[in-house]
Nanobody, 115 residues
Framework: QVQLVESGGGLVQPGGSLRLSCAAS????????MRWYRQAPGKERELVAH????????NYADSVKGRFTISRDNAKNMVYLQMNSLKPEDTAVYYC????????WGQGTQVTVSS
């Protein structure tokens, strides 16, 4: 079955950086687009970034464009989210999932941006 394990979150000051990782298993990773989502307290889960199966095309939410970069390593079944110039409004639990046919959500990784 699809398994997704996110890691790399933490507490960072505004303007700082973090790199999130997602280890995927249970499916043919290289055949799927991958996405990062986030869910802030009291809000719905939102799509943050998207990458095609070969990594040749990416898309971002307007709120993170120019600050976040999604990438993947198909040899390692990993997808990453490099987050720079972090803002307090980026505070959320971050999740990865495949697209289409998302699997069960992992536990996510908490990102807290605060001074």
């Amino acid at each position: 079955q699809v398994q997704l394990v996110e890691s790399g979150g933490g507490l960072v000051q505004p303007g700082g950086s973090l790199r999130l990782s997602c280890a995927a298993s249970g499916f043919t990773f290289s055949m799927y687009f991958m996405r990062w989502y986030r869910q802030a307290p009291g809000k719905e889960r939102e799509l943050v970034a998207h990458i095609t199966n070969g990594g040749g095309s990416t898309n971002y939410a307007d709120s993170v464009k120019g600050r976040f970069t999604i990438s993947r390593d198909n040899a390692k079944n990993m997808v990453y989210l490099q987050m720079n110039s972090l803002k307090p409004e980026d505070t959320a639990v971050y999740y990865c999932n495949r697209f289409p046919s998302p699997g069960s959500w992992g536990q996510g990784t908490q990102v807290t941006v605060s001074s």
